[in-house]
């Protein structure tokens, strides 16, 4: 069983959860949209991912953008895929696992929602 896990936790991560642009609604209303995945930050500003990339706050609800999609683990740090449009999963033991590796979430590879 603890096999099969892992194999469905490796496909998960290379299947791309979306590879679109994202839109979401800012605190007024209005369509906020970026090439990759968007999250409003504490204060309700939108940051968006690059292409293929994922956007998700942190413990401290700060927004953490990567090159591919993210995940928080056990500690609420955020950890992306090195590559655009890969996935990334949380174990059970609160690690996180992504297609070709990953990197910790950084708000410089965020850019403003428009």
């Known amino acids: 069983m603890k096999k099969l896990r892992g194999v469905i936790l490796l496909a ?51 927004v953490q953008c990567g090159v591919g999609y993210c995940a928080k683990d056990k500690f609420g740090h955020v950890w992306c895929s090195k590559e655009p449009g890969g996935g990334a999963a949380t174990d059970s033991t609160g690690k996180v696992k992504c297609l070709g ?3 910790e979430g950084s708000p410089s590879q965020c850019k403003e929602g428009h």
């Not at 791309?16 to 409003?40: R, T, W």
């Open 12 to 62: 998960s991560l290379a299947v791309p959860i979306g590879a679109n642009a994202n839109c979401i609604n800012d605190l007024y209303g209005n369509v906020v949209c970026g090439k990759g995945q968007c999250e409003a930050d504490r204060f309700g500003k939108i940051y968006c991912a690059d292409a293929g990339g994922g956007a998700m706050k942190d413990q401290f609800a700060n």
């Open 101 to 103: 590796g990953c990197d």
